[in-house]
C-alpha cells in the first residue's frame, strides 16, 4: 500500500535545519516557523512503498544514466558487480534514480545515487554514493560522500567522507568493517540486496513517522493536491513550482533541500 507523506519542519531539531538550509536567511525563516509551530500547507509529496522495485538498465531515464554511468564502471572496476536500478516515483519535480551493485566481498550493498529537484527555476543536481552493511547484532554501517542532513535511526553508524569517490568509500567501508571486527550479513545476489535495501526503508520510514517528522498526507490533502491514483500521482507539481514571487522563496529553497537524499 502506497502512502503519501511531506515533511514537517517545525519537527526537526535545530541542527537538522542547519544541514537543510543553505544560507542563514532561510535558516532563520526555519526557526520561526519552527519555534512558532507554523505548519503551512503540503504543497508537494513523497510517496512510500513497502517494496523495493527493480527496474532494467534500458528503463533508466537518459539523464540519470549519463549521470550514474561513470560512478557504476568506477565501482566494477573496483570489483563490484550491478545488481539492478530503482528509479523514484516521480513527484513532477523530483526525478531520482539509483543504481545498485554488490561488492567483491558480498557483505554490503551498494548505491549511487542521483537525483534532480526543480521547484526553482534553476533546479539541482545531487550525486553520491553509499556502501551499507547489516550488522549480525542488528545495526547498520554505512560509508557515504553524502553530507549529513536528517537525523539517523539509533541503530545506524554512518561514516562520512566527503571528497571520496565511489571506489575509494568502498575500500574505507572494507576497512572499518575489518577495524571494528564487525560481523556483516552477507548479500550474495540481487534479492538479497533488496531485502536489505528494504528493511532500511522500512526502518527509516517508522523512524521519521514515529518522530513526527514525515507526515502522511490527510484524503483532502492528496485531492487538494490532486493525488488520487499513481498516475496522477506521477503528473503532479507543485503549484509553486516557477513562481518567483519574494515572500515564497525561502520555503522552495528550503522544500528543495527537504527532497535531497538524506
Not at 571520496?164 to 576497512?175: C, I, M
Not at 550479513?185 to 528493511?199: F, H, I, Y
Not at 518522530?211 to 490532486?226: D, S, Y
Request: charged share 25%.
Amino acid at each position: 500500500m502506497a502512502i503519501y507523506f511531506h515533511t514537517d519542519i517545525t519537527r526537526l531539531s535545530f541542527r537538522e535545519l542547519w544541514r537543510i538550509t543553505s544560507g542563514p536567511g532561510i535558516f532563520l525563516t526555519a526557526c520561526v516557523h519552527k519555534i512558532l509551530g507554523i505548519r503551512g500547507t503540503a504543497r508537494w509529496a513523497l510517496r512510500h512503498d513497502d517494496e523495493m522495485k527493480a527496474v532494467a538498465a534500458e528503463d533508466v531515464p537518459p539523464a540519470a544514466m549519463r549521470a550514474l554511468l561513470p560512478m557504476v564502471e568506477e565501482l566494477e572496476d573496483a570489483g563490484a558487480r550491478p545488481a539492478f536500478y530503482t528509479v523514484a516515483e516521480a513527484v513532477g519535480n523530483l526525478e531520482g534514480c539509483s543504481a545498485i551493485l554488490i561488492p567483491r566481498e558480498k557483505n554490503a550493498v551498494i548505491l549511487a545515487l542521483w537525483n534532480r529537484v526543480a521547484i526553482t527555476r534553476r533546479g539541482k543536481e545531487t550525486l553520491g554514493c553509499v556502501v551499507t552493511s547489516s550488522l549480525s547484532e542488528g545495526t547498520y554501517l554505512s560509508t557515504t560522500n553524502l553530507p549529513a542532513r536528517m537525523n539517523t535511526p539509533p541503530e545506524y553508524r554512518v561514516l562520512r567522507h566527503r571528497n571520496a569517490v565511489p571506489a575509494e568509500l568502498l575500500h574505507r567501508h572494507q576497512d572499518s568493517l575489518a577495524e571494528f571486527g564487525s560481523f556483516p550479513t552477507m548479500v550474495p545476489d540481487a534479492e538479497s540486496a533488496k531485502r536489505m535495501l528494504l528493511a532500511v526503508k522500512r526502518r527509516n520510514f517508522e523512524w521519521h513517522t514515529s518522530r513526527g517528522v514525515w507526515v502522511p498526507l490527510t484524503p483532502r490533502e492528496m485531492e487538494r493536491l490532486g493525488i488520487t491514483d499513481k498516475e496522477r500521482y506521477r503528473s503532479f507539481r507543485s503549484p509553486l513550482a516557477g513562481r518567483r514571487r519574494r515572500g515564497y522563496r525561502p520555503l522552495l529553497v528550503l522544500e528543495q533541500r527537504l527532497q535531497e537524499p538524506r
